[in-house]
């Protein structure tokens, strides 16, 4: 019985250790994609360059090691993957240490799934304006003025008002590119 068991351990490790290397490879082969300032990658390029895309961009939003720019382009590279997932994995980055991951994250988000806004995406929105940096708000009100729903405008009459003069400011403009 235990060498059974240890050839099934073995088994999975030949598995497994593949599996890990090409996600590793995936990511290396990302990195021009990612360091790039003139040019995204459509999503065909991706498409035929990845087995998964959408899971070789998360994990590199979520390797903290890399540059802030590095990760943002990730992050918004996930928008030509409009998925209930996809907003899912936006959502948990409001725990990021980053703010401008934060911030980036409910922005695309707003941008990405406002022409048909889900109740997901409106409570993402109240979360991200609840966050404790002021970026993380402004980003969520200039997200807003993507969202096609009462809330968002509601929202932004909220926050045009609030004592805050730049998070007003923020909502205002947002209002006016509304209109």
């Known amino acids: 019985m235990k060498a059974l068991q240890t050839l099934l351990v073995i088994a999975l490790m030949a598995v497994a250790v ?5 996600s590793a490879d995936d990511l290396a082969r990302m990195d021009g994609a990612l360091k790039a300032i003139d040019t995204t990658p459509t999503r065909e390029a991706l ?15 979520a390797q903290t090691e890399r540059t ?13 993957y409009p998925t209930d997932e996809t907003l899912a994995f936006w959502r948990t980055l409001l725990n990021d240490n980053d703010v401008e991951i934060r911030g980036l994250a409910v922005y695309s988000a707003a941008r990405t799934f406002g ?16 966050d404790r940096d002021p970026v993380v708000k402004k980003w969520a009100l200039r997200g807003l003025r993507w969202v096609k729903a009462p809330r968002a405008t509601e929202l932004l009459g909220h926050y045009a008002s609030q004592a805050d003069p730049a998070l007003a400011k923020v909502a205002k403009t947002a209002l006016r590119r509304i209109e």
């Open 18 to 22: 593949p599996a890990v290397a090409q």
């Open 47 to 61: 498409d035929a360059g990845f087995a998964d895309p959408p899971a070789v961009l998360k994990a590199a939003v």
């Open 68 to 80: 802030t720019y590095e990760r943002q382009r990730a992050l918004t590279m996930l928008s030509m």
């Open 115 to 130: 022409q048909t806004p889900t109740p997901a995406l409106i409570s993402f929105i109240e979360t991200a304006l609840q």
